[in-house]
């Protein structure tokens, strides 16, 4: 724009003196964030930070709330993204080669090796990260309405984060990340199981199928580690971050993290320090609000107990990111990522194992491959998935444990959940299984009848038996769940721990045979 | 808040910090920046930067020479502590690089895994002093005799006094002047790069003009020719692996194991038995160091107690043979190589059928027979093992016509371990086995029996009589049955179509010496003595278990 009668040079020589100052109007819209208002300006008119509500609930921002272990696997995911992307500059997506360059990148590549460290630690971090942070939206009831649909999401994610993990893991081409995925490529298979036994195998394959599409081949070799790399560096981290960015809005668009409905009464009045509230008078009003349906923050009470977003609650993210960070550095200059021998389809690992994560499902797929690998997964995501539209209770709502029974059901809940894993493993190392004592049972009776099916049912019927003990579905949740959490942790460590070759129990691997 | 900055700062702080110090651990105290910083070149210091010998036909990326910067192409000069250059080699380590020969993990850049010795790689270095080992890896020495047939063919070279003029593996070839000597070609090598086949013909005529050939070079016999021969062929620039090489050639290794595709199959193939991941094995019942080289050694002392079941049979050998064998057997390995790589020697043996043994009746017995037979087939005992027959019993051989004998090494014993070698799937070949056979006779000294005039079955004694006295004399050692126990097994198919009614006769009439087989005509007081009519009495009942030809 030409001011009339300035000569061109001068308004070009005062348009450059501008320039600097006009670049950060232009970046930094609505002025500096000093004042509330300006604050809110700049959340909900930058396109990553208006994932957030402007404001946030003081609910939200203690760390007994959340644990922050979501922004947790954010920062996990972002570890692993930018370290990713470093390894990629080395990495070659091809058998034998890509060894060769792992090698490089361990012994060669400048501070490669610490890349490749906190690329692993931190995809390790994502996945522990990621389940407690499901344990602690399960436990404090916030995935009930109208948070059902980020349930939904965040369980999208879980699958998600275990697919990148498993996809990554081929990537070495090792012996152990070839006979992990050949282990995990088998898993998939597991669907044969049931058609060898109905004997439709040929007609119907699924779970053929299904490793066929998993490797793009009969075994693993270069076709399935060309997939592996596709979908690692690819397809599911671009589903991962869209994932990521809906379950985040889906916040905000959800009122914000669940709370109590005393939470006012529980939090008291905010500290001191706290930013002043408004320290500009209003220029809008929330017209809004009465055209967007649903409750939105302001709707049904006011912004006492909500502080700016900006810089509150990036703060506390911007902590728990570098807390992140930090722990996967020390775990990575501790401990060194495996690296084995070069892929041998000749020489099988024995135990060849899963990612540890898997180890638990490896475990059961030791008694049924079907049941393991497919069967009781599927049983578990439904019933995952199936919480928040069975429990539709009100109670305990954003408090830890809440509902009926709390703390102490959950606490029986952990003895139950334990004492049946333990006690059925225990008997099936022991004394062996039906294959054991019937040597010509049929299949599809194992596939039905295995420690795995057992465990389920027993934890099914605790669970039935608390709905109708306290009259609650939650408190069949509760039980549910913390079973499913012990069973989980108690398959995952002896699967890593005590199997040994040819799957069987060992106290120690110091008492593996060798040969 | 307030709380939340401390949290930020702090591990914002901490989380640099640790970067600093993964980045200078991972960039600045590296081991071989150390080493080459403290290195000089013509007094002036080298530059600091990762070395490495690339060749991508031999599939390497050696960065060894980051440390032994001195064994580097083009840094012989280089001068440090700990450094030296690499002694003079057939093949240029600039060109071959380290792991090639020497084993270990080229790519890594720390000493304990450059060296290989860590868990998960498979390939440590080869031990000091067995270095001659990795020629293994591309190559193989063809023509190796046993261990006594080189001995007396290197001798045959000492004794000839080759030595005065020509140089091999490092010795002699020297100038003496007072005799006349003179510098001949050096012959380490002609057993890959190949010799003037005429070499004696041109030697007497250049001996027969007057000159210092003349004192020199004298006439030299066939049979000393052929020694030269044998010698000559085994030059290849390992010696001592030559020697190694020698020393399984005697302990009848092949008999079990299978190298290259030759030998039974008894045993695991020891195709590439020096690869074997040191990872893998028990070490359990090793009291030596837990490598490769210390799990050969005790399991060839002992391989039962290594290998949990084993039936091998432990060789009666030497402190210094189980270390040859052991030598051997980590030359034993293999590398995908491109075929412009690919050496004459192993091309020879893959393709032209040329074998890794000469074929003389010695080296064969000792590499295929010897390991059950014993060296001198005088048989073997080993604990929890059927005995193993001596074979070279004068008295077997003066009653086993050739013809049993051959046929007894082409279709072997079914059932029993002496497999059959005329199977064309073991590497002994048809025309080796009379070869065998004379050999066996060398062994003993007695000739072959004379031409029986009787045919093949002529027996007609009483078979009650027979079974009878068999129950009492025989079952003991031989089984009820014939199946055999301390004794050899008489109901063997093979055995009872080709052994003549002759031979058992005779056997029973004489008996073996060294054995618990007595001569049954002979009058004892600890047994009874047969009749001419009762042993073919006995002999009709065992041809009851054979089938009538």
């Given at each position: 724009?030409?001011?009339?009668?300035?000569?061109?040079?001068?308004?070009?020589?005062?348009?450059?003196?501008?320039?600097?100052r006009?670049?950060?109007?232009?970046?930094?819209?609505?002025?500096?964030?000093?004042?509330?208002?300006?604050?809110?300006?700049?959340?909900f008119?930058?396109?990553?930070?208006?994932?957030?509500?402007?404001?946030?609930?003081?609910?939200?921002?203690?760390?007994?709330?959340?644990?922050?272990?979501?922004?947790?696997?954010?920062a996990?995911?972002?570890?692993?993204?930018?370290?990713?992307?470093?390894?990629?500059?080395?990495?070659?997506?091809?058998?034998?080669?890509?060894?060769?360059?792992?090698?490089?990148?361990?012994?060669?590549?400048?501070?490669?090796?610490?890349?490749?460290?906190?690329?692993?630690?931190?995809?390790?971090?994502?996945?522990?990260?990621v389940?407690?942070?499901?344990?602690?939206?399960?436990?404090?009831?916030?995935?009930?309405?109208?948070?059902?649909?980020?349930?939904?999401?965040?369980?999208?994610l879980?699958?998600?984060?275990?697919?990148?993990?498993?996809?990554?893991?081929?990537?070495?081409?090792?012996?152990?990340?070839?006979?992990?995925?050949?282990?995990?490529?088998?898993?998939?298979?597991?669907?044969?199981?049931?058609?060898?036994?109905?004997?439709?195998?040929?007609?119907?394959?699924?779970?053929?199928?299904?490793?066929l599409?998993?490797?793009?081949?009969?075994?693993?070799?270069?076709?399935?580690?060309?997939?592996?790399?596709?979908?690692?560096?690819?397809?599911?981290?671009?589903?991962?971050?869209?994932?990521m960015?809906?379950?985040?809005?889906?916040?905000?668009?959800?009122?914000?993290?669940a709370?109590?409905?005393?939470?006012?009464?529980?939090?008291?009045?905010?500290?001191?320090a706290?930013?002043?509230?408004?320290?500009?008078?209003?220029?809008?009003?929330?017209?809004?609000?009465?055209?967007?349906?649903g409750?939105?923050?302001?709707?049904?009470?006011?912004?006492e107990?909500?502080?700016?977003?900006?810089?509150?609650?990036?703060?506390?993210?911007?902590?728990?990111?570098?807390?992140?960070?930090l722990?996967?550095?020390?775990?990575?200059?501790v401990?060194?990522?495996?690296?084995?021998?070069?892929?041998?389809?000749?020489?099988?690992?024995?135990?060849?194992?899963?990612?540890?994560?898997?180890?638990?499902?490896?475990?059961?797929?030791?008694?049924?491959a079907?049941m393991?690998?497919?069967?009781?997964?599927?049983?578990?995501?439904?019933?995952?998935?199936?919480?928040?539209?069975?429990d539709?209770?009100?109670?305990?709502?954003?408090?830890w444990?809440?509902?009926?029974?709390?703390?102490?059901?959950?606490?029986?809940?952990?003895?139950v959940?334990?004492?049946?894993?333990?006690?059925?493993?225990?008997?099936?190392?022991?004394f062996?299984?039906?294959?054991?004592?019937?040597?010509?049972?049929?299949?599809?009776?194992?596939t039905?009848?295995?420690?795995?099916?057992?465990?389920?049912?027993?934890?099914?019927?605790?669970?039935?038996w608390?709905?109708r003990?306290?009259?609650s579905?939650?408190?069949?949740?509760?039980?549910?769940?913390?079973?499913?959490?012990?069973?989980?942790?108690?398959?995952?460590?002896?699967?890593t721990y005590?199997?040994?070759?040819?799957?069987?129990?060992?106290?120690?691997?110091?008492?593996?045979?060798?040969? | 808040?307030?709380?939340?900055?401390?949290?930020?700062?702090?591990?914002?702080?901490?989380?640099?910090?640790?970067?600093?110090?993964?980045?200078?651990?991972?960039?600045?105290?590296?081991?071989?920046?150390?080493?080459?910083?403290?290195?000089?070149?013509?007094?002036?210091?080298i530059?600091?930067?990762?070395?490495?010998?690339?060749?991508?036909?031999?599939?390497?990326?050696?960065?060894?020479?980051?440390?032994?910067?001195?064994?580097?192409?083009?840094?012989?000069?280089?001068?440090?502590?700990?450094?030296?250059?690499?002694?003079?080699?057939?093949?240029?380590?600039g060109?071959?690089?380290?792991?090639?020969?020497?084993?270990?993990?080229?790519?890594?850049?720390?000493?304990?895994?450059?060296?290989?010795?860590?868990?998960?790689?498979?390939g440590?270095?080869?031990?000091?002093?067995?270095?001659?080992?990795?020629?293994?890896?591309?190559?193989?020495?063809?023509?190796?005799?046993?261990?006594?047939?080189?001995?007396?063919?290197?001798?045959?070279?000492?004794?000839?006094?080759?030595l005065?003029?020509?140089?091999?593996?490092?010795?002699?070839?020297?100038?003496?002047?007072d005799?006349?000597?003179?510098?001949?070609?050096?012959?380490?090598?002609?057993?890959?790069?190949?010799?003037?086949?005429?070499?004696?013909?041109?030697?007497?005529?250049k001996?027969?003009?007057?000159?210092?050939?003349?004192?020199?070079f004298?006439?030299?016999?066939?049979?000393?020719?052929?020694?030269?021969?044998?010698?000559?062929?085994?030059?290849?620039?390992?010696?001592?692996?030559?020697?190694?090489?020698?020393?399984f050639?005697?302990?009848?290794?092949?008999?079990?194991?299978?190298?290259?595709?030759?030998?039974?199959?008894?045993?695991?193939?020891?195709?590439?038995?020096?690869?074997?991941?040191?990872?893998?094995?028990?070490?359990?019942?090793?009291?030596?160091?837990?490598?490769?080289?210390?799990?050969?050694?005790?399991?060839?002392?002992?391989p039962?107690?290594?290998?949990?079941?084993?039936?091998?049979?432990?060789?009666?050998?030497?402190?210094?043979?189980?270390?040859?064998?052991?030598?051997?057997?980590?030359?034993?390995?293999?590398?995908?190589?491109?075929?412009?790589?690919?050496?004459?020697?192993?091309?020879?043996?893959?393709?032209?059928?040329?074998?890794?043994?000469?074929?003389?009746?010695?080296?064969?017995?000792?590499?295929?027979?010897?390991?059950?037979?014993?060296?001198?087939?005088?048989?073997?005992?080993?604990?929890g093992?059927?005995?193993?027959?001596?074979?070279?019993?004068?008295?077997?051989?003066?009653?086993?016509?050739?013809?049993?004998?051959?046929?007894?090494?082409?279709r072997?014993?079914?059932?029993?371990?002496?497999?059959?070698?005329?199977?064309?799937?073991?590497?002994?070949?048809?025309?080796?086995?009379?070869?065998?056979?004379?050999?066996?006779?060398?062994?003993?000294?007695?000739?072959?029996?004379?031409?029986?005039?009787?045919?093949?079955?002529?027996?007609?004694?009483?078979?009650?009589?027979?079974?009878?006295?068999?129950?009492?004399?025989?079952?003991?050692?031989?089984?009820?049955?014939?199946?055999?126990?301390?004794?050899?097994?008489?109901?063997?198919?093979?055995?009872?179509?080709?052994?003549?009614?002759?031979?058992?006769?005779?056997?029973i009439?004489?008996?073996?010496?060294?054995?618990?087989?007595?001569?049954?005509?002979?009058?004892?007081?600890?047994?009874?003595?047969l009749?001419?009519?009762?042993?073919?009495?006995?002999?009709?009942?065992?041809?009851?278990?054979?089938?009538?030809?």
């Amino acid at each position: 724009m030409r001011r009339d009668g300035a000569p061109a040079l001068g308004q070009f020589a005062h348009n450059l003196r501008e320039a600097p100052r006009r670049l950060r109007e232009a970046a930094v819209r609505g002025g500096r964030p000093t004042t509330d208002r300006t604050r809110s300006t700049f959340v909900f008119n930058n396109v990553f930070l208006h994932l957030h509500a402007v404001r946030t609930h003081r609910w939200s921002l203690r760390w007994t709330t959340t644990a922050g272990l979501g922004i947790a696997s954010v920062a996990a995911f972002l570890i692993t993204l930018v370290t990713g992307i470093l390894l990629m500059f080395y990495y070659k997506p091809y058998p034998d080669v890509a060894y060769d360059s792992m090698k490089d990148i361990h012994f060669v590549v400048p501070t490669g090796r610490f890349v490749r460290n906190l690329h692993r630690w931190a995809a390790n971090v994502m996945v522990v990260a990621v389940i407690l942070h499901m344990a602690r939206t399960f436990y404090t009831a916030a995935y009930r309405a109208p948070r059902e649909f980020n349930w939904l999401v965040g369980m999208a994610l879980l699958v998600t984060t275990l697919g990148l993990s498993f996809t990554g893991y081929l990537l070495p081409w090792d012996q152990l990340a070839y006979w992990a995925i050949t282990i995990g490529a088998n898993i998939a298979q597991s669907p044969r199981e049931v058609t060898d036994a109905l004997g439709v195998t040929q007609a119907f394959d699924p779970g053929g199928l299904q490793r066929l599409l998993l490797l793009g081949s009969d075994t693993v070799g270069e076709e399935a580690l060309i997939r592996f790399y596709l979908l690692h560096v690819i397809l599911l981290p671009l589903i991962a971050g869209m994932l990521m960015a809906v379950h985040i809005w889906r916040i905000r668009k959800d009122g914000g993290l669940a709370k109590p409905p005393d939470v006012d009464a529980r939090l008291g009045d905010p500290p001191p320090a706290t930013y002043p509230v408004f320290t500009e008078a209003p220029t809008k009003t929330y017209h809004l609000a009465a055209i967007v349906r649903g409750r939105t923050p302001a709707v049904g009470g006011g912004p006492e107990n909500t502080v700016p977003s900006m810089p509150h609650l990036f703060y506390a993210e911007a902590a728990v990111l570098m807390l992140t960070l930090l722990i996967c550095m020390a775990l990575s200059l501790v401990s060194d990522a495996p690296l084995k021998e070069l892929a041998n389809p000749l020489v099988p690992e024995n135990p060849a194992k899963a990612p540890w994560y898997f180890l638990g499902l490896q475990e059961l797929v030791a008694f049924s491959a079907f049941m393991g690998g497919i069967g009781i997964p599927t049983i578990v995501l439904v019933g995952l998935g199936l919480i928040p539209f069975l429990d539709r209770e009100q109670a305990g709502t954003g408090v830890w444990f809440g509902g009926p029974g709390g703390w102490p059901l959950v606490r029986n809940s952990i003895a139950v959940g334990f004492a049946a894993a333990l006690i059925l493993e225990s008997f099936a190392i022991q004394f062996g299984w039906l294959r054991e004592w019937v040597p010509g049972i049929p299949q599809l009776v194992i596939t039905a009848v295995n420690p795995g099916t057992v465990l389920t049912f027993v934890y099914a019927a605790y669970s039935l038996w608390l709905v109708r003990l306290f009259n609650s579905a939650r408190a069949g949740a509760l039980g549910l769940f913390t079973c499913f959490l012990c069973g989980f942790v108690v398959l995952t460590v002896i699967g890593t721990y005590f199997r040994g070759p040819n799957w069987q129990f060992y106290w120690s691997p110091a008492d593996w045979p060798v040969h | 808040m307030q709380q939340t900055k401390w949290l930020l700062l702090g591990s914002s702080l901490g989380a640099l910090a640790l970067l600093a110090t993964a980045a200078l651990q991972e960039n600045v105290f590296r081991e071989w920046r150390r080493i080459q910083a403290e290195a000089h070149a013509a007094d002036a210091p080298i530059p600091v930067h990762l070395r490495q010998v690339v060749n991508t036909s031999l599939g390497i990326a050696d960065r060894c020479v980051s440390c032994h910067v001195a064994m580097g192409p083009g840094d012989q000069e280089v001068a440090g502590p700990g450094m030296a250059a690499h002694p003079p080699v057939v093949h240029d380590p600039g060109e071959y690089g380290c792991t090639t020969c020497h084993g270990g993990q080229g790519r890594a850049t720390d000493k304990a895994d450059a060296h290989g010795t860590v868990p998960f790689w498979p390939g440590p270095m080869l031990p000091r002093g067995m270095s001659e080992a990795g020629c293994g890896t591309c190559h193989t020495a063809i023509a190796v005799p046993q261990m006594e047939g080189l001995r007396r063919a290197r001798v045959a070279f000492t004794r000839l006094d080759c030595l005065s003029c020509h140089r091999v593996d490092g010795r002699g070839g020297t100038l003496r002047p007072d005799l006349g000597g003179m510098q001949g070609p050096d012959l380490s090598r002609v057993g890959t790069g190949g010799y003037d086949s005429k070499w004696y013909d041109s030697h007497l005529k250049k001996s027969s003009a007057p000159g210092p050939w003349r004192s020199a070079f004298g006439s030299i016999s066939e049979s000393d020719r052929a020694l030269l021969a044998t010698y000559l062929a085994t030059r290849v620039a390992a010696p001592r692996l030559v020697e190694a090489k020698s020393v399984f050639h005697a302990t009848g290794c092949l008999g079990c194991h299978k190298v290259s595709g030759v030998g039974g199959d008894d045993g695991p193939d020891l195709t590439r038995a020096g690869e074997k991941d040191p990872g893998r094995a028990d070490f359990a019942a090793v009291s030596g160091p837990r490598t490769l080289a210390g799990w050969f050694d005790e399991h060839v002392r002992a391989p039962a107690a290594v290998v949990a079941g084993s039936l091998m049979p432990a060789p009666p050998v030497s402190a210094a043979e189980v270390e040859a064998l052991t030598f051997y057997t980590l030359s034993l390995r293999r590398r995908d190589i491109a075929g412009s790589y690919l050496p004459r020697d192993r091309m020879r043996v893959a393709r032209f059928g040329e074998r890794e043994f000469t074929s003389d009746g010695a080296t064969l017995f000792g590499a295929f027979c010897s390991g059950c037979h014993g060296r001198a087939g005088q048989g073997h005992r080993s604990p929890g093992l059927p005995t193993f027959p001596s074979v070279a019993n004068p008295d077997f051989l003066a009653v086993a016509p050739d013809a049993l004998i051959a046929e007894t090494i082409r279709r072997g014993r079914p059932g029993r371990r002496m497999r059959a070698w005329g199977d064309g799937s073991t590497g002994l070949r048809d025309e080796d086995v009379p070869v065998l056979v004379s050999h066996l006779r060398s062994l003993a000294g007695v000739p072959a029996p004379v031409v029986d005039p009787q045919p093949p079955r002529w027996v007609n004694g009483d078979r009650a009589e027979g079974e009878r006295l068999f129950s009492m004399i025989c079952a003991g050692c031989h089984g009820a049955r014939g199946e055999g126990g301390e004794g050899l097994a008489l109901n063997n198919p093979v055995l009872q179509q080709f052994a003549t009614d002759t031979y058992f006769v005779e056997t029973i009439s004489r008996g073996r010496r060294g054995t618990a087989m007595a001569a049954f005509t002979e009058p004892a007081p600890t047994r009874p003595t047969l009749s001419r009519q009762e042993i073919e009495s006995i002999v009709t009942f065992i041809r009851t278990w054979g089938v009538t030809p």
